[in-house]
């Protein structure tokens, strides 16, 4: 997934806002809270995608080759994307989408309401 495919992606999920930081990384934010980001945009880096995650699938993803604890983030059970090929798309687009959903679930429920979330 490229960074633009990433924002795309993002976009289209409800409710989210998306920044600029950290030296250009893509943050993506629900409520105010972030769920996903893409940095790494240096020549010959590919895009390395973050994302929080269940305790049970970080335990399981950072088992697996190319995906690794996320820097700064991994006590919050972040994993980040070394290896572009260690998901396929398709399970990359559920692992954010269930980023985006663990975060949004965790926003006070009159923040959820005000945003149009299920509450």
Same mark, same amino acid.
């Given at each position: 997934?490229?960074? +633009? $495919?990433?924002?795309?992606?993002? @976009?289209?999920? /409800?409710?989210?806002?998306? =920044? ?12 105010? &809270? ?10 010959? +880096?590919? /895009? @390395?995608?973050?994302? &929080?995650?269940?305790? %049970? ?7 697996? $080759?190319?995906?690794?604890?996320? /820097?700064?983030?991994?006590?919050? &059970?972040?994993?980040? =994307? $070394? +290896?572009?090929?260690? *998901? ?7 692992? %954010? $989408?269930?980023?985006?959903? %663990?975060?949004?679930? @965790?926003? /006070? &429920?009159? =923040?959820?309401?005000? *945003?149009?979330?299920? =509450?």
């Amino acid at each position: 997934m490229t960074r +633009d $495919e990433f924002d795309a992606f993002c @976009k289209q999920l /409800p409710a989210t806002t998306h =920044v600029i930081q950290w030296g250009n990384a893509s943050v993506w934010k629900v409520g105010g &809270k972030i769920f996903a980001i893409c940095s790494g945009w240096g020549e010959g +880096d590919g /895009p @390395k995608i973050s994302f &929080k995650c269940s305790d %049970i699938s970080y335990s399981l993803l950072t088992q697996q $080759e190319g995906l690794i604890p996320a /820097p700064y983030l991994a006590r919050a &059970k972040w994993v980040q =994307v $070394e +290896d572009q090929d260690a *998901l396929s798309g398709d399970d990359l687009k559920a692992y %954010i $989408e269930a980023a985006h959903r %663990i975060i949004a679930g @965790k926003l /006070p &429920k009159k =923040v959820r309401t005000e *945003l149009g979330l299920a =509450v």
